[in-house]
């Protein structure tokens, strides 16, 4: 399931990332270093070093912020966050259709992960770029994303997608993928929707002993989907 989720990032978090990206200078790299096989053929981008200081500066930015935030925890029921990275596409740049990678190595603790959501966070004002959608295909067609700064869309990671040429202006994201403690998109999908419903009826006066068996309902699925 693609979810948007909106203000991920409020303005003094954008300035700092946007002043800080700014002034990255030789942080910035070709966008292939990290590409697989498939990748690195139809990527032209460029993005900032992994393992510059800029790079977990703005890390630390992200990750506060995604801690926080309880549409995020109840959409992608995390395990494992790889550290979010950051590119930049300037005009006539883009990146063709691809699938990204199932595994990777986490590069703080050698770890495998095992990508299971891929998240795009937009940093660019809509207004500053023409081109750069998203497009995600899924089993019900092609989804054009282009979302505020601020703003974020997680999806499956199995979705083949690609970003559409810049015709004008630079589009700057940041971009991380998930492992999550419920791996099928189906059963985290459908934890999401029971969960949003709970939350709507905590607002309610609705009898309290039947929303008490929806929340135990909701635990005890997640604690049958579940992997840590
Ligand atoms: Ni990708």
């Not at 989720?5 to 003094?12: E, G, M, Q, S």
């Not at 959501?117 to 004002?125: D, H, P, Q, V, Y």
């Not at 295909?137 to 869309?153: Q, R």
Request: hydrophobic letters at 40%; glycine letters at 8%; aromatic letters at 8%.
């Amino acid at each position: 399931m693609l979810i948007a989720i909106p203000k991920v990032l409020d303005a003094a978090q954008l300035n700092a990332l946007r002043q800080l990206l700014d002034q990255a200078g030789p942080a910035w790299v070709d966008g292939r270093v990290t590409a697989g096989y498939q990748g690195a053929a139809v990527k032209f981008n460029q993005q900032i070093d992994e393992r510059s200081a800029v790079a977990l500066q703005c890390q630390q930015i992200v990750l506060e912020a995604l801690e926080r935030h309880p549409r995020f925890i109840s959409a992608a029921l995390p395990n494992t966050l790889y550290p979010p990275m950051f590119n930049r596409y300037g005009e006539g740049m883009n990146f063709g259709a691809h699938v990204d990678g199932s595994v990777r190595i986490h590069p703080h603790s050698g770890r495998k992960l095992r990508t299971d959501i891929s998240a795009t966070l937009f940093l660019s004002e809509s207004s500053s770029y023409d081109g750069g959608e998203l497009q995600i295909e899924d089993s019900y067609g092609t989804h054009s994303v282009k979302l505020e700064a601020g703003d974020m869309v997680i999806y499956p990671a199995t979705s083949l997608h690609q970003v559409t040429p810049i015709t004008r202006g630079t589009r700057t994201a940041c971009f991380f993928w998930v492992q999550s403690l419920v791996r099928d998109d189906g059963q985290r999908s459908t934890l999401f929707d029971m969960d949003n419903a709970i939350q709507k009826l905590n607002q309610t006066n609705a009898d309290e002993t039947a929303r008490r068996s929806l929340i135990g309902c909701y635990h005890n699925l997640m604690r049958q989907w579940s992997e840590t």
